[in-house]
């Protein structure tokens, strides 16, 4: 049984743990996991620059808000907690917590489709209705082995820029907004566009791609798609399903 520590902490950072451990719930249910070895994470409202991120080894579908370690940029416990951290899994996390205000969430998955689109020289091509909102705002970031050099950080940041998807090549998929709804909705845009591509690509038909002139003009517009991208309208539905399987993500 784990501790509630819903009484230990401010109502604005157990709002952001239980929205973080739906969204850990969430990739487990979409068969988006890959045992324990990703993560996402969500800064803590408030002046310190503290986050959280999952216990390390405990399955994503059994992850709670409660169970979600805080830690700082160092990837340092800074609440007493009986999980211990992945310093290394937070070290692409922490790179960009601290380079863009503005990311308050952080996915990164290992999707089976986003690593085999990351793996074509030509990244995410514009095929599908579902590619041109990730094609708004998409940045690439050249495989440096696994990301345990810190000194990749300042790469990988300026890789991204001011992007809210990223292609980790040879790798897998990372988004980042200011919320966790936002983070999980360019997430699930992005992982379908990637499925769409595979799946295209394996019919082994010749393949007609999106006009030019359409896709230019999605990303002239980005700051509006993005604005508009509804996170929250699809969230409440997952929290509801969410709780139709198994509702203790929330203790």
Not at 77 to 82: A, F, I, L, R, W
């Amino acid at each position: 049984m784990i501790r509630s520590v819903k009484p230990h902490v401010t109502a604005e950072e157990w709002a952001v743990r239980t929205d973080l451990a739906a969204a850990y719930r969430a990739v487990a249910m979409y068969g988006w996991d890959d045992l324990v070895f990703t993560h996402l994470s969500a800064r803590v409202p408030g002046p310190g620059h503290h986050f959280l991120i999952n216990p390390y080894g405990m399955m994503f579908e059994e992850i709670t808000a409660s169970s979600l370690v805080k830690i700082d940029l160092a990837g340092e416990k800074v609440m007493d907690s009986p999980y211990d951290i992945n310093p290394a899994g937070f070290t692409i996390h922490s790179a960009v917590h601290e380079a863009r205000p503005d990311a308050q969430c952080v996915m990164h998955l290992h999707t089976i489709e986003g690593a085999a689109v990351s793996c074509q020289k030509e990244g995410l091509r514009a095929l599908s209705q579902q590619s041109l909102f990730p094609l708004s705002s998409l940045a690439y970031h050249d495989y440096e082995g696994v990301a345990l050099n810190p000194e990749e950080k300042e790469r990988l940041v300026r890789d991204l820029g001011d992007k809210h998807n990223l292609m980790l090549r040879n790798h897998g998929l990372l988004t980042c907004a200011e919320t966790v709804p936002d983070a999980f909705l360019y997430m699930y845009i992005l992982q379908k566009a990637c499925e769409v591509q595979v799946r295209a690509q394996a019919g082994g038909g010749e393949l007609i791609p999106i006009a030019q002139p359409i896709v230019d003009g999605i990303r002239k517009a980005s700051k509006v798609v993005l604005r508009q991208s509804g996170g929250m309208i699809a969230w409440p539905g997952i929290l509801r399903k969410l709780d139709r399987i198994d509702p203790s993500w929330r203790e």
